[in-house]
């Protein structure tokens, strides 16, 4: 039997200098033999966006339409929630839901996500789920790099031909580069946004600067009221209003390579479930083409749905940001929670929340970007980009 190229590559060894170096997001592909593909694959050495919407959906994104420019290719958008959410999911369980009709009503053979390690809640193992069980237990997001695309050589040598993969941006970039060499009838993508992931150490830092009882967080998330939800294992909850956030002590935290992400929204996966453009306690879904319509079918029954609002104005609050943050400014506490109360009832809301989060992020890594690969800012930040980072006036 003649091997296929990659099949004749070798991957790299752990603690091995990646490709992309620095701006490596550990998505996993070069722990594989496909890693023969990295320099067009990689979306940290080759942004390939609009070329990869075009082939996962049949067209980019409209730059003249405000919300593809946003929110990229996509059929419809709603919020939603389970009415009878799963015990112990992050939020209602939605992911997990759709995850485990697909493979119970035998549309894919095995499911990609992500579970913990046995000895720690937060240390990323992905694996390939064939049964219900270990769907479930990869509820909750884990907040630190992970290797999703570690287990492609698996796929491969298993003979699945039928798959859905949950995953994020940079992993789903790499994961459609290279789908034509999977060997797979059908693939499914099922996204989640994401922004700001770290390593395990700097999850670590980040707990223990904001959270009054780092070790027993359960999962936390950044939400729309403008606080950082901690869960505990005692089922409370904590907030912290994000203009608390020591961010002196923070800023070196994030990984580079989410400091250099433009695909927030995960605009290569056939059907997105988030938080961002919802209200408070509902799920934003954003159905990107036929297969992601096809897929939240299946759950209709049991989510309730609601249309997406928008509210408010990002603008002034995004130009204000880009210094503070810039500067690396903390305020009080009691300054921060009042800023997060008035800001809570006049700021933005919906899709106008998840516009201010986009153009908060996005404003800052163009900085990051042009400040520490000033060679690589013309080429990597994607058009869509520019024209949300050209509203706002940056430093130098």
Known sequence: MTLAPHQKAKALKPNSRRPAKELCSECGLCDTYYIHYVK???????????????????RSRDLESFDDCYFGVHHT???ARKTEPIAGAQWTGIVSSIAIAMLEQGWVEGVVCVQNTPEDRFQPQPVIARNREEILAARVNKPTLSPNLSVLE?????????????????????????EQQLGLEKLYVLGTPCVDNVTRA??????????RSPETVVHYEFMQD??????HEDGSVETVPFFGLKTNQLKDVFAPSCMSCFDYVNSLADLVVGYMGAPFGWQWIVVRNDRGAEMLELVKDQ?????????????????????????????????????GVV?????????EYARFSIDSHFTRNYLYVKRHHPEKLEAHVPDYAKRIVEQYKLPE
């Open 303 to 339: 989510i309730e749905t609601q249309p997406v609002t928008s509210q408010g104005d990002r603008h002034n609050a995004v130009q204000q940001g880009i210094p503070a943050y810039d500067k690396g400014v903390t305020l009080p506490m009691w300054a921060a929670k009042l800023m």
């Open 40 to 58: 067009e694959a990689c979306a940290f050495l080759n942004q390939q966006v609009a070329d990869l919407e075009t082939q996962a959906h049949g």
């Open 202 to 211: 700097g999850l670590q830092k980040f707990l223990e600067t904001t959270s």
């Open 77 to 79: 958008m709603m919020s």
């Open 226 to 231: 403008f606080r950082v939800h901690f869960k």
């Open 343 to 351: 800001i809570d009832k006049v700021g933005p809301r919906g899709l």
């Open 154 to 178: 698996q796929i491969e040598q298993s003979g699945l031909k039928r798959l859905l993969v949950i995953g994020v941006g940079c992993q789903i970039q790499a994961l459609r580069a290279v």
